[in-house]
């Protein structure tokens, strides 16, 4: 059972990294857009 539960906190570690990875990927991406050309808005 105490193995699960790692498994289980591993796993949620994981995700957590992902969209933490993806959060900031959009951002610096966005920034760039809005640094780089203007929008058409």
Known sequence: E?????D???KINN???K???QYHVQE???QE???GN???N
């Open 2 to 6: 105490a193995n699960q539960r790692e």
């Open 8 to 10: 289980a906190l591993q």
């Open 15 to 17: 995700l957590i990294d």
């Open 19 to 21: 969209f933490e990875n």
């Open 28 to 30: 610096k991406s966005v």
């Open 33 to 35: 857009t809005n640094n």
């Open 38 to 40: 203007p929008l058409g």
